[in-house]
């Protein structure tokens, strides 16, 4: 039997399938049929369907199947009224012979759309060659090195924007390149600003702002989640302790590194947004600028993707609590 | 005697200069002694004196000094413990004669650091170059070219941010240039959003998003003041007025006007900073922040020029109603 | 067979009936089994049932039966204990012939109690007996004239109140008479208020402070919405332009028309309830007041009306968000 | 000497004045030469002036002179470039035999433009007409009558509005007009709400919606203040406590009285304003609304005549906080 | 058959019950098939299940059976995937002769896990000892003495904290005993206080903090509700009006009085907390404090006990709004 | 000559002081006359006086006069009606001989009415008994005792509370006192609680509450500022820095560290009183109330001693921006 993408497959077509198990709910009709409500997705897709106690699958299902294992299927997919259904024909978990099938984790979980390493690779060249203070610079690319394999698959959240596998590189990457253009625009604007702005300092703050997200979400196969010291304390100052340990025993400019701590502390802006202080100098601002920017527009486009409304405005029940105009198509 | 620039004298100078009168306050000292209080300025610096009701120059200053109109002084200008001041030796209204010694009025006054028809034209070029509908491109270079004297003078605000002569040109340049940074960024970002982003759209309602500042305020020598429209009704549906207006009898899609109106009526965001309607679509989104940082960012920098506390931050009572760190020094 | 009224018919009762199909959404019990849910209305009562996919209707309910199409019907009522539902014999589309039989779309909406031509009939005398200047009066009557046949159908909101047809000319008619009374009294109160009350003006403003919901509402069968111009600019910008569009070529003091737009724009009081400015003008205040009471006591007894909690007080879950206390009966 | 009222002279004159003391303040100025700032008023002007310690009056002002006391004056009136000045000739307590030469201590404050007799009884009128519930009619009758001799001179607040003698009896007056009329026409409206507005009541919820005033504010001379009780009970409060009291021993039906209490308690409708619970009954909506629109507006009056900006528009400094538009005159 | 208690019933056990109906709706399957869901419960328990129209049961149940009611039962408890489940083999109303067997109707209600009687006697004992001023102190003590009977059985709230049997007297013995050491710490911290913090008053403030709830709720078998007047003036102003009626015809000093009822209408703290005022006496202060805290801290206690979250936090949903953390276990 | 305490000296009384400087501005009176303001303390009083140009203290005030520094005045102590005033016989700065007659700097700032020493030994013993896990004992132990020299005279605050030498241990040995009585009362309450409340974290939790302040306050003789950081970063931050700091090498159990910095982080509550989050967990909710208590009766107090309006209420221009009631004495 062919393996297939379960998100590319038409009604009809029988393959055999990599997926995640992403739910398994006890439920029952009004009347007393008790069934589980099952869940399977690869990167694109979700598929939920019922599983009846009574079904030749139901003692499998109730004992064996665990949301967050991933499987092997062969299935028939249809589309009915009812939503997309599997009708299965063999499913067991997956095992170490199967990457030489091809399967990896990685494709069953949404992703960035973009080539996490290449987005990775130019943040470093970024770091390397718009911070000119030499410590500076170091304690960036030493803490990206550091912690490379973390950073090419965390997300930016664990929902409100770019919620997948690699959103961490995607939205830094691109709030670090906001941040640069308009460090070097308003560089240029107020020359005579004391003290002048400081470039480096705000592609430092850009690249750094989020780096608490490593300790605040853990990754699981299910989704993000919070871990306890994200719930308690949160990554506002879980960043600000990860640039704190990572200076010490360097040669950093106190002064710098307060200023660096602030862009972090300060980056949400207003406290009921998460940040203890507002931004308190040229560098804050600018950087709080290019991750509200970033984070908005996602969230717009992300609305404007998956809406289901018809007509020429979306639903309001949605991650920015308003309608959002299409326009007639 | 040689004509001198008020901002540029030095202690114990005496020289003929030209001046606006700013103020003309009748008070007295807690003992009884009356005096007015009068202000005059050239473009950097404002010097206030009293004229004692028993000098010289009392009478004079009671019944013909009026504040608004430009003089001629000969003076000593003095640093002293009171600030600066001016000892008046003569006193005249500029009459039309002093043009030819250089006079003219913007010389008095707080202005733009560029040369203001060089970022109109650059206004215009954008224009021209950027909005690729040629219906839309026309409205929005039509109403720059017809508008141009007054938008070479406006300021962007009575106070607040940009509140100088050229102070519209200055920022709704910058706010534009910001503006197709983001617009192509992001486009390319998401090439596959529906509908796609119309960068002329973002252009043009970048350019235009201020436009009924020309409406909402006056421009007087002492100072710009709000219309009484600009009091009753406000520059955002004054600025939606002139689009609408100037949109009669021109070809120009009805749903792309509409999207252009929606920028200006949601450029503030939320209803509280005077916005009806939030940004709902893209290119609103992104001439908001475009707008927004441009006017925070000025605030700051203008903070650290004038505020006057020492140590590393300065006083809470600016614009933004924070303090402002500025470092030690 | 007779004709009957749905919303009078009785416990077995057979008739035919002219209705408007309300919904019509495919859905399946949890056991799998496939409906469609359906809802007819006339003006007063709206009943729901259930169409099964293997059902003699199933086919032609999938296939040809539209939401917001009218139907004529034969059919049993029955009150059961899964509310109002009716056996269906036959179903056709309305057609033009139906008309004979006393048949009109508005007989299916849910309208005001009232004689609408009335009502604007008054509304229109009102105009011309107290708006003393000629060109503002003319101004009034005109708008009125020009969209009479729209206003008399136009409901004042798509929810919250008054959302029926018939519903702008109830609430507008009902403000104006308040503003009348409000006016003459505060007049006399302080006659010699700088400038003082301009009563006319009130009047005018009242009648046209929701004209923008001409603009920003659409009727369908199925029940009003937002125009896309609605959604992205509002009835308040909207109302706004027709007063000036319509004042383009009058005689009319610009004073009196940037006083007369002020009420429109003003008349929601506070930027977070709509209204980019507050009253700046005591006829602004009154309209607002008078708007308010209409709307707010029509909440209520609207409410009062439908809660169906037992006992003194009703359900928080209404347009006003809190209880109504209904009293021991 | 004639009698003069103070606000009546003119530059220059000489007269016998009844007067109140308003204000002696001891300052210095900031060469240390000590001087007592004193005011006095009479209903509708208030002078303020210096007296030195060193002048003849010196040591009277010192060591007699009390605020809050009435004082017959002779003094010569004059308008100056420091505001209107009185130059003392004589001055005495008041005596009891002033009152021969017609001296009343209401001569010194500001009160009602109305006759307050002539309001207090057109309110009598109404409670006695439009209550048609014996006991309530009575219970409102007979606190009026009881309380008439207080109302007759209470102010409706220590500032805001109505802040004058009579003020309360002026207000009240408005707010129940207006709530007469509101409940003919929404009864006219509504005659099917259950249950139906209660006349009556409305009518006895707006007469004593303020009663509590009679506890809260204690009038003196130099103008009202809060008493203990009004600082940490509060008018609505103690408005009810009136009533309660007033309730005991008649057969007022138990429902009625507290829906009379909920009127008082929800009249400031949120609780940022004052109410513990917004109104929940039609009754207390409509006085809600009576008494806003009459608070308001009287402020907004206040501010048209009191406000000393030129230009179209007031200053934001006043009871509302905000601009008042009073346009080109 | 043995009697058992339901709480502690085991999969299988057949046995009498006393419990009490809470819940008895009619619904119907997607497919249509009708039946009620009933509920019942013990002090510990509810267990809700459905009976069929068409079982033998239905007509009994649809016909006879009230919520609010008490039953004995026999039944077989059953543990199933659809929760607890009760099979019933016999059902018929409590009779007085049950009470014989034990039953009481406290039985079947939660109630608090301490003694009334035992705190309500402490809490006299707090009254008689703590309260030095002996008018005062007997106020408090008739008080409490006169509604034995209805405060060891009040609940504190109808939901949000200490809603159940003996709640009111529990939450007032446990602020009393925070009140009485905070008076005890602070006025020995501020000895010099003026005026000096009195003790009594707290105590005083602390027991009658909450006394309107007897008039705010109402005790009903399904759960505690609030009356007319609970919903129209709330606890807050009733409390103040029972404290007044008790002191009438004592020899209480006012000033004492007012700073009791100040206690009582301050004890919420802010306006949208429900206090018209906020503590303006650290008396008020105090008793604030040690409610808020009791009140709080029984909230989280709850959430813990009750969460279903598995993991280290709790979810949102609950009358904090917030996670708790509970950590590893 | 006699040394005399400055704020005991009385009226005409002449006397050798040690005092500091507090203030040295340069004003001029409205009519030209330039001065020095100066202001200078001991623990208890400031008097503020003009020292004139031209008298023959101004020279050396001009040169050599410094604001935060300590001075031996010989002076003549007057009450007048400008308030207390110093007529200046010697001044010279204070040296290290002085100590040998008593001056310490410590004898001119405002300070705790207790003895420092002994609260602060008092909290060490209520750290060593009362948190029994022996690691987090040796945390807070080791940090009290290193810090012990700063601790004893650090304010807890710039303004607002306890913001004099010795505040901190003032208020964190009473929030602790008051921890220690929740904990025990509130585990004796809910002894099932799980996790059961942790009575030594909680301690632990209000000793170091504050510790922040160590690194955001920076003491000064003028009175205390905030440091750099402390603007950037603010107290909250850097207490947990402090204490994660201090944890470093230890054997502390990371849960346990976890839930002692969340007790720091979420001591304030609200995100806009300066939480990141709220308290999360019952010990953090013990020491917030703790905390929050003592506050605002230290405000309480401190307003009812210092404010100077007559009558029963004090102003509104205080810490707590409300009125307090003191009632009639």
Redesign the interface.
Known sequence: MPLAIPSEMTHGQEADLFVLMTAKE??????????YKVGFRDHAREVTF?IWHDSPWGADCREAWQPGSFYKLRAIYRDT??GPQLELRKIREVCSADSADGFSPAMCLPQTRFDAKVLFDELLAMAREQIFDKALCALVVDLLETNREALLTLPAATHNHHAFVGGWVEHVH?VT??SV??AD??DD??PD???RLNKGLVVAGAILHDIGKLREIEERPQGA??T??G????H??QG??IV?EAAIGRQLDP?ML??L??II??HQRL??W?????P???EA??VH?AD??DA??HM??TI??DDTNT???TSKKNVLY????????
Do not use: C, F, W
């Open positions: 006890e439920l029952t009709t009004r009347d007393g049929k008790p069934y019922p009224t009812y691109s390149r906001t253009y308009l625009k308003y604007y107020y600003m004391k003290p989640e919070y306890a010291a719930n308690l304390i949160g506002i100052l600000r302790d704190r002064e307060l200023r701590e602030h502390v300060a406290p009921e998460g940040s203890p202080k507002p308190m100098t040229p601002l600018l600028y509200d920017i908005k527009y717009m486009a404007l993707r007509g020429p405005v308003q309608k959002i105009y299409r326009g007639e198509q």
